[in-house]
């Protein structure tokens, strides 16, 4: 599982990242969590590895239109 870490309309946020696009994590494992480093911080990593069975792809594309590597 990779996660990464992005710029969408100006705000920060922080998602999984796979070949078929980016799921936003971002407020969605706990109100307050808003960043990749709240997520580990918070020990929310186990709770993020359950979300993307449930959830399609909210960016969906290939990877390179929506990070800088």
Not at 7 to 20: N, W
Not at 35 to 57: D, E, M, W
């Amino acid at each position: 599982m990779k996660f990464a870490s992005f710029t969408r309309l100006g705000r920060p946020g922080f998602g999984i990242a796979s070949d078929a696009g980016i799921i936003d994590l971002t407020g969605r494992l706990a109100p307050s969590v808003d960043s990749l480093r709240q997520c580990l911080a918070a020990a929310l990593v186990p709770a993020a590895q359950t979300l993307p069975g449930s959830t399609g792809p909210i960016w969906a594309g290939p990877m390179s239109r929506f990070c800088r590597w």
